[in-house]
């Protein structure tokens, strides 16, 4: 099953969609302002011991900035990088 969801609005997720295994986020964290409320969300989207696959170029400092972030909420844990995507800025 997929579903789109728009995260700003912080629904009621469980009782819409239930929870998943994989949640897939792309190119969601440019805007910081927003980086909060997608931290909030996420957890709430996944099954314990489920996965996030965050597909995300490096735009300045903002995937650093949610990485920082996430680890400081100690909700979500980075498992792994690819490092091919980080070399170099592509904005």
């Known amino acids: 099953m997929s579903s789109y969801c728009c995260w700003l609005t912080l629904c009621i997720v469980e009782q819409e969609w239930g929870r ?3 949640v897939l986020a792309a190119d969601c964290l440019f805007f910081r302002d ?5 931290l909030q969300l996420l957890p709430r989207l996944l099954r314990p011991h489920g996965s996030v696959l965050l597909l995300q170029p490096r735009r300045g400092d903002s995937l650093e900035l ?6 400081q909420r100690g909700e979500l844990q980075l498992v792994a990088m690819d490092q091919r995507f980080l070399s170099s800025d592509r904005s």
């Open 20 to 22: 998943f295994d994989v």
């Open 34 to 38: 927003f980086h909060e409320a997608l």
């Open 66 to 71: 949610f990485l920082h972030k996430m680890t």
